[in-house]
């Protein structure tokens, strides 16, 4: 029960597993299937999730990094030969899940607030064919910069998690 290799593993499949599934399957598949309305409800449920598990998994991951089934700690990752290899990929993943969750689905939130008050206005959805409101136009803009900065830091966060992947094979006998 103290050796931290098993929780190692686990955790970082439950961190691969949950980026993957929610970038490539569950996020494409709930897109294709739902009406937008209930698209954005689902996606509005699980992003907290998702980035909450995104933000904590890596630090579980970086805990319980070891070596002969010692944990390494806090002054064992710094070390040099751990500062890149395992510190530096769960801070980035880490920190890309903090980011999306403190700041860019907030950010997100507030502009899908204002298209609805937009759409009221116009009397049209934010995704009907054109023309649209100037305002609309705006929002779109926004939202369509605000969502991609997101997916990009969410693209970063899977690259590292795999970076630490293959670091990680390595270490295997």
């Known amino acids: 029960m103290t050796d931290p290799r098993p929780y190692h593993i686990l955790s970082y499949g439950t961190l691969l597993g949950t980026q993957f599934y929610q970038s490539f399957v569950g996020g494409i598949v709930a897109f294709r299937a739902l009406p937008r309305p209930q ?6 449920a699980i992003f907290p999730v998702y980035f909450s598990l995104q933000t904590a998994l890596p630090v579980a991951v970086a805990l319980t990094a070891s070596r002969g089934g010692q944990a390494l700690g806090l002054s064992g990752l710094a ?31 507030n502009i899908m607030r204002e ?9 049209k959805k934010s995704y ?25 830091v969410n693209m970063v966060s899977l690259i590292a998690t795999v970076w630490y992947g293959a670091v990680l094979s390595k270490r295997l006998e």
């Open 79 to 109: 070390d040099p030969e751990n500062r890149l290899n395992t510190l530096l990929p769960m801070a980035t993943v880490a920190l890309t899940g903090l980011i999306n969750l403190v700041v860019l689905r907030p950010l997100t939130t």
């Open 39 to 44: 698209f954005s409800s689902l996606q509005a």
């Open 128 to 152: 009907d064919p054109a023309p649209h409101s100037k305002e609309m136009i705006a929002l779109n803009k926004r939202f369509g910069r605000v969502h991609g900065m997101s997916s990009l």
């Open 115 to 123: 298209r609805k008050h937009q759409e009221t206005r116009d009397g």
